[in-house]
DNA sequence: TAAAAAAAGTTGCAATTGCAACAGAAAGAT
DNA sequence: ATCTTTCTGTTGCAATTGCAACTTTTTTTA
């Protein structure tokens, strides 16, 4: 999305509200806090959304790649976790105010009309991902959340073949299943000739 | 949200552009095209998406309310299966297209603007929604599903009490598991005193 | 380039879950 | 007021899954 790229080239003569900032990896981005409102925006790098429950236990709940939007606008109330984002690369994020987006500048520069526009585009797109995520978590048994996941994919590049965006212990992840279990089914998935695979490779056999 | 309503009054001497029309219980609001961009908000009344695969079975993809924002706009492209929005009741329901947000009508009338701003705080609704779906289906067992839905609501109502927004097997469809086995377990977390149960007001016992 | 860390790949076993098939209660329709 | 449909509640059983505990391979870092 080149328009957030140019709204990035904006900001020195743009408006104060919006901030960039740089982050090397494994630094600590933003902690969700309740009634911040802020949304961030990657604009370059990738980043991990980490929930440490009341034992501690880490839990990758998200993953951010560039242009990625999010922030505690997107997110339920979360009363007893908390919820940090932390880049995996280095990384570049735009920050923002939920209520800013209205109280316009009273300058109604073009780049607050901008930035307007790429929001709500960028919210669509994540609204597209959640809704793919739901419809692969929704499927009962790990063969089928595989199979309708891989049939996105495929749908995606107009092709049987496709690469997977993930390592498959990530895939296990985003499927929300064991990694063991997953690669057991994925090795069922083979030998009974429904799909091929070589690296993270995928080659659909079927239909 | 009031601004909805509003919106919906100011139609008349509003954009061409924007429609709402009404349904009655049962009736087709739209079938989900790949392309056509549509959005549409539920002004009054429910409606599920709906799924039918190609064994023609149906399966409820998602359930729309008041005020939820739903179309092609916010899905995957999907291939192999049809998705059609059917409502339960009978509805009023503003149809918009995703292209048209961007090209302002020419009077850059105030009706646009303010749908523009709706627009936006309706899809980050929606993304709430979303990301709590998303909580909940990633984890790994029918307790935790429970539990962590339950701890959601609680959160919501600031109390340990609250009402279930579904019927039981509504909510089985919800947490995407068998209703049966998530009734064993709803009873075995009140056997074990996790939760007390009266119709659907849940009360937790723990913490 | 050697050491360390992350990812891939396997397997046995116990626990959880889905499925099928009921019966009774509650809610809606005629 | 009765019929019909939907919802709730239960159970046995087979299938799927998670967990734990490994080894091997690949990638990253010092």
Redesign the interface.
């Known amino acids: 999305m080149s328009e957030t790229f140019n709204l990035i080239n904006n900001i020195q003569n743009g408006c104060s509200r919006v901030q960039k900032k740089h982050f090397v990896k494994n630094e600590t981005i933003t902690t969700y806090i309740q009634k911040r409102n802020q949304i961030c925006i990657m604009i370059t790098g990738t980043a991990d959304l980490i929930r440490y429950d009341l034992n501690g236990n880490k839990d990758i709940?998200?993953k951010f790649n560039e242009n990625d939007i999010f922030g505690e606008?997107?997110?339920?109330?979360?009363?007893?976790n908390e919820l940090t984002v932390i880049c995996t690369t280095d990384c570049d994020v735009l920050f923002l105010l939920?209520d800013d987006?209205?109280k316009k500048c009273k300058q109604n520069c073009k780049f607050h009309n901008t930035l307007?526009?790429n929001?709500?585009e960028l919210?669509?797109r994540?609204?597209?991902h959640?809704?793919?995520?739901?419809?692969v978590?929704?499927?009962?048994t790990i063969r089928e959340k595989l199979l309708t996941y891989f049939?996105?994919l495929s749908?995606?590049d107009f092709s049987k073949s496709f690469t997977l965006p993930f390592t498959l212990t990530n895939l296990a992840d985003y499927l929300?299943?064991?990694r063991s279990a997953m690669m057991r089914e994925l090795k069922n998935l083979i030998d009974e000739g429904f799909i091929s695979k070589s690296g993270n490779r995928i080659k659909l056999l079927y239909k």
């Open positions: 709940v998200d606008a997107f997110y339920p109330v979360h009363t007893n939920h987006i209205y307007f526009s929001i709500l919210t669509l994540n609204a597209i959640q809704n793919t995520r739901i419809e978590l929704s499927k009962r049939s996105i749908s995606k929300s299943v064991d």
